[in-house]
């Protein structure tokens, strides 16, 4: 029996003029224009499978997806997918798995970073969130470290999600600042519906002294959407980080 072969791709993406990931009817997605010039590359339809969904305007440093294909790649496959590709997305590299490989389902986990600076710059602007004013990062830690004590993140969740569960299995919760830029790194074995960006926005409150660890406990343990903070941009958020036990997968 013909098994066709299965091709993984790393690429990274500027999500500023994508509606997120994945395909829609009426939007332009990172998927769709993906899509397109593989196809076009491979002289077949393809479609692709993502390691996940990002939302519009949230961007990509890693990011893999999975592909079958009935030959071996083209010669200089990345180069020429690179050329025909728009400059806000780039392959970084493309390899052969098996068949039990799923760039959703295999990943072990996922980090994001989240990127704010107090310092206005021009050359950031749909890269990374303005404060007017610099949170406390020492307060934001002692929140990620009540964070860290849970594992139902209903409070953070948007509604209207596909969520079987709001279980998630938080390993890392950070706050860093190097050189004016003000970084929130995050790595879980899955991510609800608008988490990150829920949690950035109810952690910068911490900072600016508006919620107390004590509230914190309070929003977490209400599984109540309404009781934690704003989300926040967008803008700054970048899935940084997918995990996989490759030993098991590459060929």
Known sequence: MYVPLRYVLEIAYNGTNYHGWQMQS????????????LSKILKVQTSVMGCGR?????????????????????????????????????????????????????AIYRTYVYKATAIKNPFTEN?????????????????????LKHEDFASFCKRG?????????????????????????????????????????TLLEV?????????LQKIISSRERSNAGKSVSAAGLYLLEIGYNWDEFKV
């Open 26 to 37: 009426n939007n332009v997605t990172v998927q769709e224009v993906l899509e397109k010039e």
């Open 54 to 106: 990002t939302d519009t305007g949230v961007h990509a440093i890693q990011f893999f997806l999975h592909f079958d294909y009935n030959l071996e790649l083209p010669e200089r496959f990345v180069f020429r997918l690179n050329q025909m590709l728009p400059k806000d997305i780039a392959v970084r590299e493309s390899f052969e798995v098996n068949d039990q490989f799923h760039s959703r389902f295999s």
């Open 127 to 147: 890269q990374t969130l303005f404060l007017y004013n610099k949170p406390s990062i020492e307060l934001m830690n002692e929140g990620c470290r009540e964070l």
């Open 161 to 201: 999600g596909d969520n079987k569960t709001t279980l998630c299995d938080l390993m890392v919760a950070e706050w860093s600042e190097n050189y004016g830029l003000i970084e929130f790194r995050v790595r879980s074995n899955r991510f609800l519906r608008n988490m990150v960006r829920a949690l950035v926005g």
């Open 207 to 215: 900072g600016y002294g508006n919620i107390s660890i004590d509230d």
